[in-house]
């Protein structure tokens, strides 16, 4: 949509592309850069943009086969349901600071990846481990631009914007694997994990692996672990 469309004719019309990413190096977190490219038509140059960007997975765009659908029932409830109940994920919300340019640019947009359990991302990207995950970004926030005369302007993004992107599942996985090995993290409130430390003191365990695997074999889930995790 133009800039005359969203009701502005004398300010920058942008326009957004997500035209790659790459896994950024040396990050304290697991951290995807994806790169945008911004480019104007009409209005004076830009000064600066405080861009908001939501990124969604549109997980009603990729097909699942049968393990798929088995790891995505907790999340979506079961195929028959998915017409209904399959909507997109929020992967995150994002600011980023758009230094002045006159016709276009390139800039960042930086995406933690958190392995966390309980997070519907983590367990969306747990199920799908090859193929390509169809995304979504959505764009809104403030151009700081000058008029015709040399006046400072400041106006709204329109809400029309919008880009995609395929996210290769494997990145991902080889990016977070890199950071967390083969664990995963899971939320445990105060007194939970009170007594779960008990628990380990009392019978001497090497470590939560052991501990959380001693009370499996306790409740009689002995076995195959992932077995009794992922059966229906």
């Given at each position: ?122 367990s969306y990207f ?50 977070t694997g890199r ?9 445990l409130s105060r ?42």
């Amino acid at each position: 949509m133009s800039a005359r469309a969203c009701g502005h004719d004398d300010i920058p019309d942008l326009s957004f592309a997500v035209t790659g990413i790459r896994a950024l190096e040396h990050a304290a977190v697991p951290t995807m850069a994806f790169r945008l490219a911004v480019a104007r038509t009409g209005g004076g140059p830009v000064r600066a943009v405080t861009l908001t960007t939501v990124v969604r997975i549109a997980v009603a765009r990729r097909r699942y086969d049968d393990a798929d659908r088995l790891v995505l029932a907790h999340l979506f409830g079961q195929p028959e349901q998915w017409a209904v109940s399959m909507r997109p994920l929020t992967w995150t919300q994002l600011t980023t600071i758009v230094p002045p340019f006159d016709d276009s640019t390139t800039v960042d947009l930086l995406v933690p990846c958190n392995r966390e359990c309980e997070l519907a991302v983590t367990s969306y990207f747990e199920a799908v481990r090859d193929g390509e995950v169809p995304l979504d970004f959505l764009f809104s926030g403030s151009v700081f631009h000058t008029d015709t005369e040399g006046r400072l302007r400041t106006s709204r993004i329109c809400w029309t914007k919008e880009s995609r992107y395929a996210l290769p599942a494997g990145l991902w996985h080889s990016l977070t694997g890199r950071y967390f090995g083969g664990t995963s993290w899971l939320r445990l409130s105060r007194e939970a994990h009170d007594a779960l430390g008990a628990y380990r003191a009392r019978h001497a365990l090497t470590d939560w692996d052991a501990t959380v695997r001693a009370l499996l074999s306790a409740s009689g889930a002995a076995g195959n672990v992932a077995e009794a995790a992922w059966s229906p």
